[in-house]
């Protein structure tokens, strides 16, 4: 059964940093590309970041660039999300997510079958 698992959520304030974690269990994703999705209240869920199996290929949303930065270590089966400077809007839960099978699109959540439970940010001004 394949789980991912993310952790390192919190609270912090505008201009402070987080680092979040996605743990996969059930199989490898070493191959495939693995995202980090978000969702506020009240909106959909929506792309932040992405990182192709090989590390040498990142994707971001225009509203992250130059502040988020995602890895991976395949080895352990994890993804991060290093998040700084961040501001109120990025107040949201964020999801890891990884596909069935390595996709083209990377930036939808319909390229991912996986996802994780979620884990809160909240940002305060």
């Known amino acids: 059964q394949v789980q991912l698992v993310e952790s390192g959520g919190g609270s912090v304030q505008a201009g402070g940093s987080l680092r979040l974690s996605c743990a996969a269990s059930g199989r490898t994703f070493y191959k495939y590309a693995m995202g980090w999705f978000r969702q506020a209240p009240g909106k959909e869920r929506e792309f932040v970041a992405a990182?192709?199996?090989?590390?040498?290929?990142?994707y971001y949303t225009d509203s992250v660039k130059g502040r988020f930065t995602i890895s991976r270590d395949n080895a352990k089966n994890t993804i991060y999300l290093q998040m700084s400077s961040l501001k109120p809007e990025d107040t949201a839960v964020y999801y890891c997510?990884?596909?069935?099978?390595?996709?083209?699109?990377?930036?939808?959540?319909?390229?991912?079958?996986?996802w994780g439970q979620g884990t809160q940010v909240t940002v305060s001004s």
């Open positions: 990182i192709r199996w090989s590390g040498g290929s990142t």
């Open positions: 997510a990884a596909p069935s099978f390595d996709t083209p699109v990377v930036t939808t959540t319909d390229s991912y079958d996986y």
